[in-house]
Every structure is written in structure tokens, then in C-alpha cells.
């Protein structure tokens, strides 16, 4: 054996038990850490690699130095158990038992006041969010996980370097890998013009940060503490869905958010902003005043001590709905406890219904999903595809009552992966809106069937199940 080969091989000997311990300790699915110790030992010197780049959350080593005293010798443990906030006096009974789980999970309280609009695509959605940027006094706090530099792209380009001109704040927040899917780079363009703007964890060689995932998906914008605009929309011509002529057009929702809940969204985008520069320098503006009657509250989830809070109360809404459940989502790959809740919510009755896009954008996901779909289906869990434009909306409706809007899909990337931003509805009116919406769609697809499933061919079974296996990372 050459020189070189001894030395990869002492390389390798050095590096797998440090790696698989390294995951024996830290993480917390028994399964996870048995895979990645399997992988850093049998793979030669590729596992310890491997590991290192995709296998060690780096955002809690870097929220450790940002924050020390938050993060002691147990913080892998997860999140401390928050104090929950008081319940308002006067919330319907029905409420109090989701609205309980929400205070134990979310630093924020359910607030009254607040008004909600939904906004359809780009053609509803962008102008709404422009006029707000162009009449904007104070500050304006951007942040996508997509921002393209396509034609959509370069009017909120414009708009924001015209507002940093007239000396309004402006901050735009993009993601480190989001930002590679148009060139050129919407984040050089703004800096151009001087509009600061920062990355979320960069890919970069050096120092090496190769990480693909941990990534920030929230798709916010707020203006002047008193408007904010989240949902699940990036910017980019692609959401302009009703152009027939746009092959790369999406369907999708985004709401415009007005009242204290505002207030709670400034600071998550404030919170986001001082990790990733480590400035400080701003606080949220004062909690807006009441402009309805909807009581909401912000739930964020993300690989740092956020870490399984959205699994949380996706299984207790579930466990607590009493008739109805729809679920809208591009991508469906819940983990274990989910389908578990979704089946058992089935047995006892609850009309579940769950609303897929035919076509994905990733065909791997889709067919991934094709191989799990059975396990829900089985116990009268209902599969609808919805026909294309590729739809990306994520709603979460139980019994027409409660609404969970933002930013994640049903899959690990989002619920254990990635950095999401959602915002609790308690309020009937929009519930049965967006119920409706949800049903035009169910009128429009197709039911998925148990027979339909069982007729794939081997070849394409195998394919499926192929894709499955990489679920936690799809």
C-alpha cells in the first residue's frame, strides 16, 4: 500500500471515532445516530466527512457563542421549559385546550386585534407588498428564503434602494443557499445600491461552511411595526400564477398581517437579523394598536432550541380536532408521530383530508411520498391531488375554527432541518374561508386510492421506496 493510502487510512482511524461518538452523544433519534455511526466507521474517511459537513448542527455551536449563558452542558437536551403565557379571560371554552399548547410551546403570547387578509399569488400579493415598502417611513425588515433577480425581483430591488434613499431602516435577510437560485445575486444588486443586506449561514470554502442544510426559510416582510406580509411566498416571477404562459408558475398564498401580532413578527425577523450579524442595535417599535377581532400568536421552529416545537402542536391540534382536518402542503413527509396522530384522528372519526400538488417541482419528494401515502390511506386518512400549476400553499385548518399559516412544509427539512416561521389564527371567519378554499381545491383533484398505490409497477416501487429512504433529508 503507497504512502498515501496509509495516510488516508490514519486520517480515517483519527477521524471515525471521534465522528460516531460525536453522534452517539448528541443526537437524539436512536436511529439517526446508529445511520451516522454506521456511516462514519464502514465509509472510509468519505463518513467522517460526510458527518462533519451535513451530520453537526453548527447553528447551536454559533448561538453558543452568540449567547453562552443560554447554552450550558445540557443544551442539546433542547429547548428549557418556557413559562407558559396567561390565557386571555375571555376565549371562547372551545379554544382553551389548543391555546394552552400554544402558550407551553411559543415565546410569544395570544394576542387580540389583529386583522388577516389572504393574498393569492404574486398578482395579489406583490403589489400589496410593494405599495407597503413605497410607503414606508421608518423601517422596513425583509426576509425570504428565495429572492429572485428576475422581473418580480427587481421591482422590490428598486423599491427597497428607494426607500434606504429617503433614510427609511432597511434590512433585508436572505438565505445563505436560497440566494443561488437566481443570478444575478438579488443580494449584489441591493448591496449596489447600498442596501444592507446579510446571508443566513453562507456556503463558503473558506473558512469551510458547506452545510446544505439548517437553512432559514421564513418568508417575511415588515414595515413600519404596523403591516407585516408572511406566508409561504418567495419573490420571484414564478408566483405570478395566472400568466398561462409562465412554465414555472406557482400557485401559492401569502397573507397581510395588521395589529399587535405584528409586533411578534418584527422580533423574530430582529432575532434572525442579530444571529446572522451579530448586530444588536434595534428593538421591535411598540405593539400596534387593535385592528380586529382575530387572536394570533408566532411560532418558530428551527434546529436550535426552537428544535420539535412545531411537531409539538401539529400532533395536539391534531389529537384535539373533533370533526374536521385540512391539510395543505407541497411536500408531505411527516415524521412517525405525525402519521400516528393523523391515523388515529381518522379511527375516531375526524374527516382528514389531506391536498397534494400532482406534479412537484422535485419529483424525488413526490415519489418518496408515493411510498408512504399507504400508511394513512389504510386507516381513512384522505389523499387528494390537486391538478397543476404546481401548488406550494401550506394552510392547516381544524374544524373550521383554528388556521396555522407560514412558512413549513409536512417533512423533516422543515420540521427538524430548517429555521420556520408560523403564525396560530383563532378565528372561525377566516377558518371557514380558507376552509372553502381548501374544498374548491378537494373539487378540483384527484383522490389517491389504496389500489391506485398497489398497481405501481416493481421498477417503480422500487424507485419510491429508494427515495424514501432518504426522508430525513428530502
Same mark, same amino acid.
Given at each position: 500500500?503507497?504512502?498515501?493510502?496509509?495516510?488516508?487510512?490514519?486520517?480515517?482511524?483519527?477521524?471515525?471515532?471521534? $465522528?460516531?461518538?460525536?453522534?452517539?452523544?448528541?443526537?437524539?433519534?436512536?436511529? +439517526?445516530?446508529?445511520? *451516522?455511526?454506521?456511516?462514519?466507521?464502514?465509509?472510509?474517511?468519505?463518513?467522517?466527512?460526510?458527518?462533519?459537513?451535513?451530520?453537526?448542527?453548527?447553528?447551536?455551536?454559533? #448561538?453558543?457563542?452568540?449567547?453562552?449563558?443560554?447554552?450550558?452542558?445540557?443544551?442539546?437536551?433542547?429547548?428549557?421549559?418556557?413559562?407558559?403565557?396567561?390565557?386571555?379571560?375571555?376565549?371562547?371554552?372551545?379554544?382553551?385546550?389548543?391555546?394552552?399548547?400554544?402558550?407551553?410551546?411559543?415565546?410569544?403570547?395570544?394576542?387580540?386585534? &389583529?386583522?388577516?387578509?389572504?393574498?393569492?399569488?404574486?398578482?395579489?400579493?406583490?403589489?400589496?407588498?410593494?405599495?407597503?415598502?413605497?410607503?414606508?417611513?421608518?423601517?422596513?425588515?425583509?426576509? /425570504?428564503?428565495?429572492?429572485?433577480?428576475?422581473?418580480?425581483?427587481?421591482?422590490?430591488?428598486?423599491?427597497?434602494?428607494?426607500?434606504?434613499?429617503? &433614510?427609511?431602516?432597511?434590512?433585508?435577510?436572505?438565505?445563505?443557499?436560497?440566494? *443561488?437560485?437566481?443570478?444575478?445575486?438579488?443580494?449584489?444588486?441591493?448591496?449596489?445600491?447600498?442596501?444592507? $443586506?446579510?446571508?443566513?449561514?453562507?456556503?463558503?470554502?473558506?473558512?469551510?461552511?458547506?452545510?446544505?442544510?439548517?437553512?432559514?426559510?421564513?418568508?417575511?416582510?415588515?414595515?413600519? /411595526?404596523?403591516?407585516?406580509?408572511?406566508?409561504? =411566498? &418567495?419573490?420571484?416571477?414564478?408566483?405570478?400564477?395566472?400568466?398561462?404562459?409562465?412554465?414555472?408558475?406557482?400557485?401559492?398564498?401569502?397573507?397581510?398581517?395588521?395589529?399587535?401580532?405584528?409586533?411578534?413578527?418584527?422580533?423574530?425577523?430582529?432575532?434572525?437579523?442579530?444571529?446572522?450579524?451579530?448586530? #444588536?442595535?434595534?428593538?421591535?417599535?411598540?405593539?400596534?394598536?387593535?385592528?380586529?377581532? =382575530?387572536?394570533?400568536?408566532?411560532?418558530?421552529?428551527?434546529?436550535?432550541?426552537?428544535?420539535?416545537?412545531?411537531?409539538?402542536?401539529?400532533?395536539?391540534?391534531?389529537?384535539?380536532?373533533?370533526?374536521?382536518?385540512?391539510?395543505?402542503?407541497?411536500?408531505?413527509?411527516?415524521?412517525?408521530?405525525?402519521?400516528?396522530?393523523?391515523?388515529? #384522528? +381518522?379511527?375516531?372519526?375526524?374527516?382528514?383530508?389531506?391536498?397534494?400538488?400532482?406534479?412537484?417541482?422535485?419529483?424525488?419528494?413526490?415519489?418518496? $411520498?408515493? &411510498?408512504?401515502? *399507504?400508511?394513512?390511506?389504510?386507516?381513512?386518512?384522505?389523499?387528494?391531488?390537486?391538478?397543476?400549476?404546481?401548488?406550494?400553499?401550506?394552510?392547516?385548518?381544524?374544524?373550521?375554527?383554528?388556521?396555522?399559516?407560514?412558512?413549513?412544509?409536512?417533512?423533516?427539512? /422543515?420540521?427538524?432541518?430548517?429555521?420556520?416561521?408560523?403564525?396560530?389564527?383563532?378565528?372561525?371567519?377566516?377558518?371557514?374561508?380558507?376552509?372553502?378554499?381548501?374544498?374548491?381545491? =378537494?373539487?378540483?383533484?384527484?383522490?389517491?386510492?389504496?389500489?391506485?398505490?398497489?398497481?405501481?409497477?416493481?421498477?417503480?416501487?422500487?424507485?419510491?421506496?429508494?427515495?424514501?429512504?432518504?426522508?430525513?433529508?428530502?
Amino acid at each position: 500500500m503507497s504512502d498515501i493510502n496509509w495516510f488516508l487510512l490514519f486520517v480515517h482511524l483519527v477521524l471515525a471515532p471521534g $465522528t460516531a461518538i460525536h453522534a452517539l452523544i448528541f443526537k437524539r433519534d436512536s436511529r +439517526a445516530a446508529f445511520g *451516522w455511526i454506521a456511516v462514519c466507521v464502514l465509509l472510509p474517511l468519505g463518513g467522517p466527512i460526510l458527518y462533519l459537513l451535513f451530520g453537526i448542527n453548527r447553528v447551536r455551536t454559533q #448561538a453558543a457563542k452568540l449567547a453562552p449563558a443560554r447554552f450550558g452542558p445540557g443544551y442539546e437536551r433542547g429547548a428549557e421549559v418556557d413559562q407558559p403565557h396567561p390565557l386571555p379571560a375571555d376565549l371562547a371554552p372551545g379554544y382553551l385546550p389548543l391555546a394552552r399548547v400554544g402558550a407551553g410551546l411559543s415565546r410569544h403570547a395570544l394576542l387580540p386585534g &389583529n386583522c388577516i387578509e389572504a393574498l393569492h399569488n404574486g398578482e395579489q400579493a406583490y403589489p400589496a407588498m410593494l405599495e407597503a415598502i413605497h410607503g414606508a417611513t421608518s423601517r422596513i425588515y425583509l426576509s /425570504s428564503y428565495i429572492f429572485d433577480s428576475d422581473r418580480s425581483g427587481q421591482q422590490f430591488i428598486e423599491a427597497l434602494t428607494h426607500a434606504h434613499a429617503r &433614510n427609511v431602516d432597511v434590512r433585508v435577510l436572505i438565505d445563505g443557499m436560497g440566494e *443561488w437560485y437566481s443570478w444575478p445575486r438579488a443580494r449584489r444588486l441591493l448591496r449596489r445600491h447600498g442596501v444592507p $443586506t446579510a446571508r443566513f449561514m453562507p456556503l463558503k470554502l473558506l473558512p469551510p461552511s458547506l452545510h446544505l442544510n439548517l437553512r432559514s426559510h421564513h418568508k417575511l416582510l415588515v414595515v413600519d /411595526s404596523t403591516v407585516a406580509f408572511s406566508g409561504g =411566498m &418567495n419573490i420571484g416571477d414564478r408566483h405570478l400564477a395566472e400568466r398561462g404562459e409562465n412554465p414555472a408558475r406557482v400557485v401559492d398564498m401569502h397573507f397581510r398581517l395588521r395589529g399587535p401580532v405584528v409586533n411578534q413578527l418584527e422580533e423574530v425577523f430582529l432575532d434572525m437579523w442579530r444571529f446572522t450579524t451579530g448586530q #444588536a442595535d434595534t428593538q421591535p417599535g411598540p405593539e400596534g394598536a387593535s385592528t380586529g377581532e =382575530m387572536r394570533c400568536r408566532v411560532i418558530t421552529d428551527g434546529p436550535d432550541e426552537d428544535l420539535d416545537r412545531l411537531t409539538m402542536l401539529l400532533v395536539a391540534a391534531i389529537s384535539l380536532a373533533r370533526e374536521q382536518i385540512r391539510i395543505m402542503t407541497p411536500y408531505f413527509l411527516p415524521p412517525r408521530e405525525i402519521v400516528a396522530a393523523l391515523q388515529a #384522528a +381518522a379511527v375516531r372519526g375526524v374527516d382528514v383530508t389531506v391536498i397534494l400538488p400532482e406534479k412537484s417541482n422535485l419529483p424525488f419528494v413526490h415519489w418518496a $411520498t408515493r &411510498n408512504m401515502l *399507504w400508511e394513512v390511506l389504510v386507516r381513512g386518512v384522505r389523499v387528494v391531488y390537486q391538478p397543476p400549476p404546481f401548488a406550494h400553499t401550506k394552510l392547516f385548518i381544524v374544524d373550521r375554527r383554528y388556521v396555522l399559516i407560514g412558512s413549513a412544509n409536512w417533512d423533516a427539512r /422543515s420540521l427538524r432541518l430548517n429555521f420556520e416561521l408560523m403564525v396560530e389564527i383563532y378565528d372561525a371567519q377566516l377558518a371557514r374561508q380558507l376552509a372553502r378554499h381548501a374544498e374548491a381545491a =378537494m373539487r378540483t383533484g384527484t383522490a389517491v386510492t389504496l389500489d391506485e398505490l398497489d398497481g405501481r409497477s416493481f421498477p417503480v416501487r422500487l424507485r419510491d421506496s429508494l427515495c424514501w429512504l432518504f426522508t430525513p433529508y428530502l
